[in-house]
């Protein structure tokens, strides 16, 4: 039996997306009653959640609403008998993301947040922090679904699956919604009308069927897709999109994810980013700076709405998804939606208990993947590699240990040398020392 009134908790609740998720509780409201939304931080973001939790305050008045915002700087007090919980968390804040891009870039090695040396030690800052998250839940909540959309989610959800028996964990990544968008676009149909079968883990999928209302189209859209110009690519906020060439996709016969422009552009994507540091800006700074911006705006007593400003983050339609997630799994609808499950057999090539990125039908009982069999073989080995890297990353953060962090770093197509690995892990181990108790860097 549903209940008729759900408590949702948001940890990291000061994040600049807030607003999108309030707004998506606020629309679904008639099917998604949200009695009490907590918003938890820690005492460093106090400032961001108060001015965060006082638009969330005035959205929710000016949508006449029984909805309550709560603020909370105790994670134990506000996870009580939540039904959902949500993690948009940042150890280390924005200052943690600019050091990650900026030392391996120093190198002459990418620094991206969700993918390589920086993404690896983003995972080792959250890591601790999800598995202690996961055993208040159990305690506290132990009924709740954690939906992670912090990166790199994949593997996060990788780390609560590997080191704990919490089953009601989902990884959350934008990119499946951003490339459905795309594709609707090219075909020219309704996003609603839209649905894929993907292969892979978060950041690293690749479309290997779509679907317009049921009918398979990817013939037509491979087609497409290999003859894209440049200005037609799916892009992301956070880097541009480069066209591939109608040969590689024509021989791949599956469609990358923006992401992957990372691994089949990699000189391409080093040499904007090296350019970009070189005139004293990289990525996280750009992002800062936006972030100033809407806080500022966040501060108007008069803005009761979530801003348009904050399409220009990267993870815009995180929180939507987030809120579509939820919707589905609290009326079983049944929809097809694309999350960072269990394996299970969905992939027949990787690990039962490895999370995997696939298409799942959301049901009152959770996602369920939609099997896809065996990884088409140009992708195999590519998918292997991540997933291998996934797994040294997930054990190097648990254990501390340096070794596996140079390993996993090794085995990342993102790092040239095996010198340039002991390097870079060297100086971010010293970086982020006080995010990394379990290293006992010294």
Same mark, same amino acid.
């Given at each position: 039996?549903?209940?008729?009134?759900?408590?949702?908790?948001?940890?990291?609740?000061?994040?600049?997306?807030?607003?999108?998720?309030?707004?998506?509780?606020?629309?679904?409201?008639?099917?998604?009653?949200?009695?009490?939304?907590?918003?938890?931080?820690?005492?460093?973001?106090?400032?961001?959640?108060?001015?965060?939790?006082?638009?969330?305050?005035?959205?929710?008045?000016?949508?006449?609403?029984?909805?309550?915002?709560?603020?909370?700087?105790?994670?134990?007090?506000?996870?009580?008998?939540?039904?959902?919980?949500?993690?948009?968390?940042?150890?280390?804040?924005?200052?943690?993301?600019?050091?990650?891009?900026?030392?391996?870039?120093?190198?002459?090695?990418?620094?991206?947040?969700?993918?390589?040396?920086?993404?690896?030690?983003?995972?080792?800052?959250?890591?601790?922090?999800?598995?202690?998250?996961?055993?208040?839940?159990?305690?506290?909540?132990?009924?709740?679904?954690?939906?992670?959309?912090?990166?790199?989610?994949?593997?996060?959800?990788?780390?609560?699956?590997?080191?704990?028996?919490?089953?009601?964990? #989902?990884?959350?990544? +934008? @990119?499946? /919604? =951003?490339?459905? &968008?795309? %594709?609707?676009?090219? $075909?020219?149909?309704?996003?609603?009308?839209?649905?894929?079968?993907?292969?892979?883990?978060?950041?690293? #999928?690749?479309?290997? +069927? @779509?679907? /317009? =209302?049921?009918? &398979?189209? %990817?013939?037509?859209? $491979?087609?497409?897709?290999?003859?894209?110009?440049?200005?037609?690519?799916?892009?992301?906020?956070?880097?541009?999109?480069?066209?591939?060439?109608?040969?590689?996709?024509?021989?791949?016969?599956?469609?990358?994810?923006?992401?992957?422009?990372?691994?089949?552009?990699?000189?391409?994507?080093?040499?904007?980013?090296?350019?970009?540091?070189?005139?004293?800006?990289?990525?996280?700074?750009?992002?800062?700076?936006?972030?100033?911006?809407?806080?500022?705006?966040?501060?108007?007593?008069?803005?009761?709405?979530?801003?348009?400003?904050?399409?220009?983050?990267?993870?815009?339609?995180?929180?939507?998804?987030?809120?579509?997630?939820?919707?589905?799994?609290?009326?079983?609808?049944?929809?097809?939606?694309?999350?960072?499950?269990?394996?299970?057999?969905?992939?027949?090539?990787?690990?039962?208990?490895?999370?995997?990125?696939?298409?799942?039908?959301?049901?009152?009982?959770?996602?369920?993947?939609?099997?896809?069999?065996?990884?088409?073989?140009?992708?195999?080995?590519?998918?292997?590699?991540?997933?291998?890297?996934?797994?040294?990353?997930?054990?190097?953060?648990?254990?501390?240990?340096?070794?596996?962090?140079?390993?996993?770093?090794?085995?990342?197509?993102?790092?040239?040398?095996?010198?340039?690995?002991?390097?870079?892990?060297?100086?971010?181990?010293?970086?982020?020392?006080?995010?990394?108790?379990?290293?006992?860097?010294?």
């Amino acid at each position: 039996m549903k209940k008729k009134s759900l408590k949702i908790v948001t940890i990291g609740g000061g994040s600049s997306y807030t607003p999108e998720l309030v707004e998506g509780f606020i629309n679904r409201y008639n099917s998604l009653p949200v009695s009490e939304l907590w918003l938890v931080d820690i005492e460093e973001g106090r400032e961001k959640l108060e001015i965060v939790g006082a638009l969330a305050q005035r959205m929710v008045q000016k949508a006449k609403l029984p909805m309550k915002i709560i603020l909370s700087y105790d994670r134990r007090e506000a996870l009580k008998d939540a039904d959902f919980v949500t993690t948009q968390m940042r150890v280390g804040r924005l200052q943690a993301r600019i050091l990650d891009e900026r030392i391996p870039l120093q190198h002459g090695m990418i620094g991206q947040e969700t993918n390589g040396a920086g993404g690896m030690f983003k995972a080792f800052r959250t890591i601790p922090v999800i598995l202690d998250i996961v055993k208040d839940m159990q305690e506290l909540c132990p009924d709740a679904w954690l939906i992670n959309f912090t990166n790199p989610a994949g593997i996060i959800t990788e780390a609560i699956f590997r080191y704990t028996n919490f089953e009601k964990a #989902i990884g959350l990544c +934008n @990119v499946p /919604v =951003n490339m459905v &968008s795309g %594709f609707a676009s090219m $075909l020219n149909v309704k996003e609603e009308d839209v649905t894929m079968e993907i292969q892979g883990v978060n950041h690293f #999928i690749f479309a290997t +069927n @779509v679907f /317009v =209302n049921g009918k &398979s189209c %990817f013939d037509k859209l $491979l087609h497409l897709y290999a003859h894209l110009k440049e200005e037609d690519t799916i892009q992301m906020k956070n880097f541009v999109s480069l066209p591939y060439s109608p040969s590689f996709i024509k021989g791949l016969q599956a469609i990358p994810c923006p992401y992957h422009n990372y691994y089949f552009f990699t000189k391409e994507q080093l040499e904007e980013e090296l350019q970009q540091l070189n005139t004293g800006t990289v990525r996280g700074e750009v992002v800062s700076e936006t972030e100033k911006e809407l806080f500022a705006l966040y501060s108007k007593k008069e803005l009761d709405k979530k801003p348009e400003q904050l399409a220009k983050r990267g993870g815009a339609k995180y929180s939507d998804a987030a809120c579509n997630l939820i919707h589905s799994i609290y009326n079983n609808t049944g929809d097809i939606q694309y999350v960072d499950v269990r394996n299970n057999g969905a992939i027949l090539d990787l690990p039962t208990e490895s999370a995997v990125e696939v298409a799942c039908r959301i049901t009152s009982a959770g996602p369920q993947p939609i099997v896809t069999g065996n990884l088409k073989l140009p992708i195999i080995g590519y998918i292997h590699m991540i997933k291998t890297f996934e797994r040294l990353v997930v054990e190097a953060a648990v254990e501390g240990s340096r070794e596996k962090a140079v390993a996993a770093l090794n085995l990342n197509p993102l790092c040239p040398s095996d010198t340039l690995a002991n390097i870079v892990v060297n100086e971010l181990l010293k970086a982020h020392k006080q995010y990394l108790p379990q290293f006992n860097v010294k």
